[in-house]
């Protein structure tokens, strides 16, 4: 027979469990146009086709690229939370992969503005529902990583997407610097995006890790890289995810790869942040 406070323990132990289990990523991109949101969509979709719980987060206020690309149309987001019409269960949308997406669609910078029962209502209802998921992935604007709605979304780790070109390169750059301004603890992971092959992919990462480790003293962590393939124009026209519509073409398979590491990882309490490619040395 349980007593009440062994009831109690147990649920406590089982809440931290679940908090420990439940990885919170957020992807931020230097600067415009270098894909972070087609990254981050089709890992969700990869990470959920491998039987993972996963929350796609579209924190891009005003903007729907997310539902293009994953195939979603909705009229809900999380500010139908905040006035209390809409729970975030009714708001999380169903996606392919068997993903759930949640549609921010709001600058949250000032959320202070908010009445201490919205603040209430949306932090209990954040927690709540992304302690049912093991992946929370967050697809941040460009530039310097917002302020997000709540404790539930706010990232243990963030990965930098950036391409070959000079001017990505230095917006990865500012972006991990300042990272490792306001978050000094937090690591920061570097995927290089539409690169032409490997080698160019490391020259990029190398760029990034050479300045970060002279001038802030740490490196980030080298995720992978994702070539440069046409297959991912076209399954966004027909609004679909190119890891779905194109499986076998390379940028899939780049994304599968990294999946595969994020999984790992997730499984091993050793090394659960991520796990460095270190290909990029050679």
Request: aromatic share 6%; net charge neutral; hydrophobic share 45%.
């Amino acid at each position: 027979m349980i007593t009440q406070a062994e009831g109690i323990t147990r649920n406590e132990e089982s809440e931290q469990e679940t908090e420990r289990s439940t990885r919170r990523i957020m992807f931020a991109g230097g600067k415009g146009g270098v894909g972070t949101t087609q990254i981050v969509a089709n890992l969700a979709v990869t990470l959920g086709l491998k039987h993972n719980r996963v929350l796609f987060v579209d924190a891009t206020p005003g903007v729907c690229n997310a539902e293009v690309i994953l195939g979603i149309n909705s009229t809900l987001n999380l500010q139908h939370v905040v006035t209390g019409e809409k729970s975030i269960e009714e708001v999380i949308c169903k996606g392919p992969g068997h993903i759930g997406m949640l549609p921010v669609r709001r600058d949250w910078s000032q959320t202070a503005g908010l009445a201490p029962w919205q603040r209430e209502r949306l932090a209990r209802g954040l927690a709540a529902a992304t302690a049912t998921f093991d992946f929370v992935l967050v697809d941040a604007p460009a530039g310097i990583p917002p302020e997000l709605p709540g404790a539930a979304l706010e990232p243990a780790e963030v990965i930098v997407i950036t391409t070959v070109e000079p001017t990505s390169l230095a917006g990865a750059y500012a972006t991990v610097k300042e990272l490792a301004r306001i978050s000094p603890g937090k690591k920061a992971n570097v995927i290089v995006n539409m690169a032409p092959d490997s080698a160019d992919a490391a020259r990029a990462f190398r760029a990034i890790a050479h300045v970060a480790g002279r001038f802030l003293g740490t490196v980030p962590g080298y995720l992978g890289w994702v070539p440069a393939d046409p297959c991912v124009a076209k399954a966004g026209g027909r609004q679909v995810p190119f890891v779905i519509q194109f499986p076998d073409q390379p940028a899939a398979g780049a994304l599968e790869v990294i999946a595969s590491k994020l999984a790992l990882a997730q499984q091993s309490e050793d090394n659960l942040r991520f796990i460095d490619d270190k290909s990029w040395r050679n």
